[in-house]
């Protein structure tokens, strides 16, 4: 039964999206549609007062992940019928078929010593079973909390879409603040859903493109420490930075292999000036040159499994997306369409590439096929760029900023304001990422381990 | 041609904001012809940064996404090579700069090629290398605000530093 429920959503969420895509054509922005899972998400219960306050806090992240995604309507908590004591002991499925929930929530809450014990059950109400329950141990101080909520969250996800969760993940970026054109950049890092956040650089040097290590909880971005342009790694748990290959020029545009073991990025020799890409390894510490190209060639992507590259290059008379081998051979360019392509970055589900575009003085954030077929827009603004995947390849998010508008002595009126959007990538569900200051550069972590 | 102008006024009115005397720069409706410049000059000691973007145009501008150097930037260039020439022992940063209107990774690239375009050109005149060196800023550092074409052409340069 519920496989072909699955299926069935599946089913509706590509009918939906398919048959708005093609209406959309003429802006250019393919916005997809989804119907929405109703989904009642109670309150954990306890009966110890120590506990009642994480219960409902718990309830609360869970339901804000869900309605986030855009693939689920958390019900509101005063058209619930049956309490949280009664529905505890039992669910009375009477009881949620009435407010049209499909599926439920419950959860309870104990104290054991200084930890939690939160578990939880979900509930299909139409077929009236469970679909799945789980428990988990965390300890009372802090907010540890958080995380068994993301965990559960994940849960619920995958098992009523059929989809890998993505809420048990962090986002790094980097934080602006300061007047315009002389902006101070920040690395910081969040939750997915902005809590717990944090700034990891002290702002006396500019930081750019963080990008996630697939495996460990690394970080590899571009520091202009000692106005030395550099790309750097990050270990967030020792809190250290070293800097990456002992280059003579400019490194910049890192990410890191699937496995997490090397850096493909773009070197720049500083007597010839021309970026070139580079694979280091970081274990040996070797590295070797793939691309030997008069044009710029950048912002390079691993695919999944290793074995090929994507990236930008000005080869030809317009930038342009290209693939090759890890060793460079066999580059073949992808992109097809009038305007340039930048910032390509391949799917974790390998099907996708996600890129930045830039026709007629717009800019959209576009995926194509891995062969460059069916490209289509998911979003379009003044200024957008950077995509990045979450580790579950249905959503990208990316930033924005805004044009700037100034008076007649040049002063900044409004405008030129950086911030993270998120969306689904049928082109549905477009919202901000809220950050404390502006934000720029995002970068999805795989889920955490 | 309008840049130049424009700079020009600004580097005039920068000079008058000063209170100083600009006997030689004021003669002239062109930043480029300082022969005459002395070792003082409207007030700023030769050879520094003043002495650079008041008699001497620390800058040169780029089209879209090109760092093809223009007859304008080469002239400006050559009048920069005699002034490396003239002061020996000053050795310059060439900072690469974009518009916005790129992606940040793609103008990085962009910007350091502009900045080796100057630097090679300063070479070519008989700068010694050694005494020049790059850094690109892509599009994180304008020299002016605002999302327009006025801004972006402003903003698409190569400006020397005296280190």
Redesign the interface.
């Known amino acids: 039964m519920k496989k072909i429920k699955i299926l069935f959503f599946a089913i509706l969420l590509l009918f939906n999206s398919n048959s708005l895509i093609s209406e959309e054509l003429e802006i250019g922005i393919s916005q997809g549609s989804v119907k929405p899972t109703p989904i009642a998400i109670t309150e954990f219960y306890s009966n110890n007062l120590n506990a009642v306050k994480v219960g409902r806090d718990i309830s609360e992240v869970i339901s804000n992940n869900l309605e986030r995604s855009g693939l689920f309507i958390p019900l509101i908590k005063e058209s619930f019928i049956q309490n949280n004591e009664s529905l505890n002991k039992q669910p009375r499925f009477e009881d949620w078929k009435i407010i049209k929930a499909q599926h439920l929530l419950s959860g309870n809450v104990n104290i054991d010593g200084n930890d939690f014990i939160v578990k939880f059950k979900l509930f299909d109400v139409y077929a009236g079973k469970m679909i799945v329950e789980g428990g988990y141990r965390v300890g009372k101080n802090g907010n540890d909390w958080r995380r068994v909520s993301h965990i559960i969250s994940d849960e619920i996800f995958e098992r009523i879409t059929g989809e890998g969760g993505y809420f048990d993940t962090r986002i790094v970026y980097v934080a602006e603040s300061g007047p315009?054109?002389?902006?101070q950049?920040r690395l910081a890092i969040m939750d997915q859903d902005q809590a717990n956040h944090l700034f990891l650089t002290d702002g006396s040097y500019?930081v750019?493109?963080p990008r996630f290590s697939p495996t460990s909880q690394k970080i590899t971005y571009?520091s202009y420490i000692n106005?030395e342009?550099r790309v750097y790694l990050y270990d967030i748990e020792k809190g250290q930075s070293e800097i990456v290959g002992d280059f003579p020029g400019?490194t910049?545009?890192p990410r890191f292999s699937p496995d997490g073991k090397k850096i493909v990025m773009?070197y720049?020799d500083?007597s010839?000036?021309?970026?070139e890409i580079y694979v280091m390894d970081l274990m040996t510490r070797m590295d070797e040159r793939i691309t030997n190209n008069p044009g710029?060639d950048?912002?390079p992507s691993f695919s999944p499994d290793g074995k090929k590259i994507v990236f930008?290059s000005?080869r030809g008379t317009r930038?342009h997306l290209y693939v090759m081998d890890v060793n460079g051979k066999n580059v073949k360019r992808i992109s097809k369409g009038a305007g340039s392509y930048?910032?390509p970055v391949w799917s974790p589900r390998s099907d996708l590439i996600a890129f930045?575009k830039?026709e007629g003085?717009q800019f959209y954030i576009g995926v194509m096929e891995t062969d460059g077929k069916n490209e289509r827009m998911i979003s379009k603004a003044?200024?957008v760029?950077?995509p990045t995947w979450s580790p579950n390849g249905r959503y990208l998010m990316y930033y924005k900023?805004s044009?700037?508008?100034?008076d007649s002595e040049?002063?900044?009126k409004s405008?030129?304001e950086s911030r993270l959007f998120m969306i689904d990538i049928t082109g549905y569900n477009e919202r901000e990422v809220i950050t404390p200051l502006e934000g720029?550069?995002p970068a999805w972590s795989p889920l955490l381990q | 041609m309008l840049l130049r102008i424009l700079s020009t006024v600004f580097m005039l009115f920068f000079i008058a904001a000063c209170g100083s005397t600009p006997k030689d720069t004021a003669s002239s409706s062109d930043a480029g012809t300082i022969t005459e410049t002395s070792s003082v000059s409207g007030g700023v000691a030769g050879g520094t940064q003043d002495d650079l973007v008041i008699n001497v145009g620390d800058r040169v501008f780029f089209g879209y996404?090109s760092h093809d150097l223009s007859s304008d930037a080469q002239e400006q260039l050559q009048v920069q090579a005699s002034w490396m020439k003239q002061y020996s022992e000053v050795s310059l940063t060439v900072e690469g700069h974009c518009d916005?209107?790129?992606?940040?990774?793609?103008n990085?690239?962009?910007g350091?090629?502009r900045?080796?375009?100057m630097?090679?050109y300063l070479i070519g005149l008989g700068v010694e290398a050694g005494r020049l060196?790059?850094?690109?800023y892509?599009k994180?550092?304008?020299?002016?605000?605002?999302?327009?074409d006025a801004?972006y052409a402003q903003n698409r340069r190569a400006v020397a530093v005296v280190n």
């Open positions: 315009a054109g002389k902006k950049k500019m750019l493109t571009m106005n342009p400019m910049f545009a773009s720049t500083s010839i000036g021309n970026s710029i950048v912002s930008n000005n930038q930048f910032t930045t830039v003085g003044f200024h760029e950077g900023q044009q700037t508008f100034t040049g002063n900044v405008g030129g720029s550069d | 996404d916005e209107r790129g992606t940040r990774e793609y990085i690239a962009l350091e090629r900045a080796q375009a630097k090679n060196s790059t850094i690109s892509g994180e550092r304008p020299a002016v605000l605002g999302s327009n801004a």
